[in-house]
């Protein structure tokens, strides 16, 4: 047991903060309310105690007016730092072995969402360490155990769900929030908050490649999320096709089976949004290139099977079309090592 105060890593922080501002939170007069420098924000390695956050959630909820701040899938996910999804990404093959190395990992980089595992054949129990007495704003607890879900979902790329959700405060008066965010039985006034998982999710695979890798494909989603938001079906598209090209699993069919569509379904609803399975296909390709080119340290040879091309000669003609130029140009002068003026 931690015998010193516990803290938060400054990256976390950094994500509640943004996703604080996109709810017309003024970042900058919350810090200063809550009494954090905001220079511990900056440190790549900086911790903040867990009191100071205390303080910065019930600010916010005050400042919002949102008695459930954060419990909103889409929005944490949106804000949700994706170096700390990327860190649960090693050479683990199964969930499984992925949350048994974090849970003892979690207390060094961020303890104040540090877990433990309790078996209860043939599933288990993920329990938070911390936060198991009313004192603490609920609101940053439901949001840590939302964002324990999310970076599940996002290492297996799986619509991975808890059987069932624990949490140590009383029922609120309209749950639907929280059925929203954990679309399972829920139970309120438990000893504990815990997240029940399936013993069959936790052999799922995580995602393959490295963790830049992984930070790249996610950047690639939040420019599709941006550019397509409203074009619901294109988006979904997308973000499939982000998941599968590296499968080599995009054919229209599967991919129409995965919306709950048939082939004509979905023809007519992208056409419906001006743009096709091909143009998708091809803008997905576009976007993963760019970044694994300019964003990432990614071996060239790797890329067309990532891709889902063929081979290097189908791969560099099609970076010829996008950019004019070779793969290995393209990376000279847009790469992270390219030369500064």
Known sequence: MSTGPTATSAAWVRGVLR??????VDS???????????????DPHGRLELEAVNRLWRLAVAASGQETLGLDRALASRYL?????????????TLGSVLQSQASYAALTNDASAFTLEPEHPNVWLALTHGNDRAYPRQRIEYAMLATV????????CLLRPLAAEFVFPEPADAHRHRMAFPCPLRFDRPANRLLLAGEDLELPVVSGSASVFVVEERV??????????????FRVAQELVGRLRK????SQSL??????????LARQLRAERTSLEDLLDRVRRELAHEYLA???APLAEMPGWLGLRDAAEFAAAVRRWFGTTPADYRRHHGPDRPRA
């Open 81 to 93: 730092d994706l170096e700390i999804a990327a860190n649960w990404i090693g050479s683990d093959a």
């Open 150 to 157: 999310l970076v599940m979902q996002r290492i297996t790329r």
């Open 28 to 42: 900058a007069r919350l810090l200063q309310a809550a009494e954090i420098d905001p220079a511990l924000l900056e």
């Open 248 to 251: 080599g699993e995009f054919q």
């Open 19 to 24: 996703m604080f501002e996109s709810q017309g």
């Open 256 to 265: 129409a089976a995965a919306l709950g569509l048939s082939d004509t379904q």
């Open 295 to 297: 964003a990432s340290d």
């Open 221 to 234: 989603l939040e420019s599709l999320l941006a550019d397509l938001g409203t074009a619901r079906t294109s």
